[in-house]
């Protein structure tokens, strides 16, 4: 069988079965024996999106009162939902919107609290040529080939490499987000090629969701499959997935971000997993239109103590707006575009 190329439903079948003999040899219920209920209606997804759509509205707006940078998961990911939300019939506030991309554009260049915002507005909107982000980025790429995480990837739980490795996707997937960087995107994966060599297991579903994404825009199509395999055998029974590979409770930001990952998906055992993390998503959504997010699961910084308050608030605050975020994405995806 040498040389012969494996078609990539194939590929997968394989790493899904043998997924599913791992989980029951640990006593847990194979994958493809799991309930799968009917996937959500149109209209149900609808209604769930829009009600997230306002709580990030209205976070992003209070965000813009009171803070002077993008950040990652802010101004980024308030244009990019509405982006696709409009793509898929959603009534947006083309006002607010216009008031978002230029607050944005002003604010692009200060990096303080982390360069990756960049990669996320150019990902946010990848029909817009913006050369001083572009530049921004390829300044940050060090002469292996990756870039230096920083922000709130630093403070996050998963091993030092994969945060390097994460953030070089990242800046990477913003460069061949349009037409308009393919030689500079091209020269920098070149770059970086022998750094990703270098890759090792993962321990944060996060990182799988990440290559799942790069092998989708930049890599081989057997990769994805492999990867969505792996992923879609780690899902919880009730539907999520936890922020590291190890963790047995499922939280918003991970779920929500492998659901974006995922998508499109043809394979029934994905399909399945799928749904499954649709309908988690909806049972958790809150009244307020987001999904609550318990930092402890994802930092590193113990914000325990009482004189830690003003800092429990604010990273409570972010991660769930993060979390929103991420959900509102993956569910964009169950939506088809007008």
């Not at 080939?145 to 709130?152: A, H, L, R, T, V």
């Not at 009730?238 to 409770?249: N, T, V």
């Not at 809150?286 to 009482?306: A, H």
């Amino acid at each position: 069988m040498q040389g012969m190329n494996l078609p990539c439903n194939i590929v997968l079948l394989c790493a899904l079965t043998l997924a599913a003999a791992c989980c029951a040899s640990d006593g847990a219920e194979p994958l493809d024996a799991r309930p799968v209920p009917a996937a959500p209606t149109e209209a149900e997804l609808r209604a769930v999106i829009t009600k997230s759509l306002g709580y990030l509205a209205k976070g992003s707006d209070e965000w813009m009162a009171e803070r002077n940078c993008n950040s990652c998961h802010h101004l980024p990911q308030v244009l990019w939902n509405h982006r696709e939300a409009r793509l898929r019939g959603f009534s947006i506030d083309e006002k607010k919107f216009d008031e978002w991309l230029k607050w944005s554009g002003d604010n692009a260049k200060n990096i303080g609290p982390g360069r990756e915002m960049t990669a996320f507005l150019k990902l946010a909107m990848p029909d817009k040529p913006v050369p001083e982000l572009t530049q921004i980025i390829m300044q940050g790429q060090q002469p292996d080939g990756s870039w230096k995480p920083s922000g709130q990837f630093l403070g996050q739980k998963r091993a030092a490499p994969e945060v390097a490795a994460n953030s070089s996707r990242i800046f990477l997937l913003a460069l061949a987000a349009g037409d308009n960087d393919k030689k500079v995107s091209d020269d920098a994966l070149a770059k970086a090629a022998a750094f990703f060599a270098k890759d090792g297991k993962p321990t944060s579903v996060e990182t799988l969701a990440y290559r799942a994404l790069f092998a989708r825009r930049l890599g081989k199509p057997d990769e994805v499959s492999a990867i969505a395999g792996e992923i879609a055998s780690l899902q919880h029974a009730d539907g999520g997935w936890g922020w590291q590979i190890k963790e047995p409770d499922s939280d918003a930001i991970a779920t929500g971000l492998v659901l974006y990952a995922l998508q499109p998906a043809a394979d029934p055992l994905v399909r399945a997993a799928i749904t499954r993390a649709q309908h988690w998503l909806i049972a958790h959504q809150k009244d307020d239109g987001g999904w609550p997010v318990d930092y402890s699961k994802l930092s590193t910084t113990d914000r325990s103590q009482p004189e830690k308050a003003k800092s429990l608030k604010d990273a409570t605050m972010i991660y769930s707006y993060w979390g929103t975020a991420w959900s509102t994405l993956g569910l964009l995806q169950g939506v088809p575009v007008k």
